[in-house]
């Protein structure tokens, strides 16, 4: 089986290049569910009604999210009819939505989990007794599990690489919207990168608008981000699932950039 994890859709240049790239890498890499991170979908920031149509017309089987999923006010309207559409998991109840779905699959069950992190991060419960809690609650009824680790730091996301190695088939770290060069297959045979990167506007810082962040960054002073255009980058993971023992046996980037 082949998974193909893709970091955070940022605005109408990431859902453009979605668009234009998922169709075909599912095709040519024999891709069986991809999993995409939309919490920045809609001017990169939330998800509407309209973009997360979008990301399930460009492919997207499971859409993750994180730290931006309550932004857009509308997604209280239609979050929890939404099978394969998941916030994280630890954010403190009540909250409307759910932390992790199981998509079937070939005769498996595919677990999908998406938590955040807590370093420089809004409050949250803690992801690591969060993942215990659900592992605990759906490990026997699924063949595979994935998790979107939602967090700003790289060893807060190391931390629970290592944590759950072994204990889930794969954990790939999203919102900091630079790819990682540390993809690998841990010891005990989870898959693992510290951060997707996104598909979105190239020339930008992040996503946003580079005129702006660098007034904030120069100035000190309250500037509002924007969205960029123009040339995208399209960052992804894919990861070969072993269809007798559902173990990660091979890990690789995908990362394409537009000309400038």
Known sequence: MNILLVGDICGRTGRTALLRYLPNLKRERNIDIAIVNG????????????????MYRAGADVITSGNHIWDKKEIVNFID??????????YPDPAPGK?????????????????????FMPPMDCPFQKID??????????????????????????????YLDGRITCLVGTHTHVQTADEQILPQGTAYITDLGMVGPRVSVLG???????????????????????A????ALQVQIDDKTNK?????????????
């Open 232 to 235: 995208a980058v399209f960052s």
């Open 39 to 54: 919490e920045n979908s809609a001017g990169g920031r939330g998800i509407t009604r309209s973009t997360l149509d979008e």
């Open 81 to 90: 009819q939404e099978a394969f559409l998941i916030r994280p998991a630890n």
């Open 208 to 230: 946003m608008e580079k005129e702006k962040v660098i007034e904030r960054f120069k100035y000190c002073r309250p500037v509002r981000f924007e969205t960029a255009d123009g």
């Open 133 to 162: 809690q659900i592992l605990k609650r759906i490990s026997h009824e699924c063949d595979i599990i994935i998790l979107d680790f939602h967090a700003e730091t790289t060893s807060e996301k190391i931390a629970m690489g290592w």
């Open 248 to 260: 990660a046996v091979h890990i690789e980037r995908v990362l394409i950039n537009e000309p400038y």
């Open 99 to 119: 932390g992790y779905c199981i998509y079937p699959l070939k005769a498996k069950n595919i677990g999908v989990i998406n938590l955040s992190g807590r370093s």
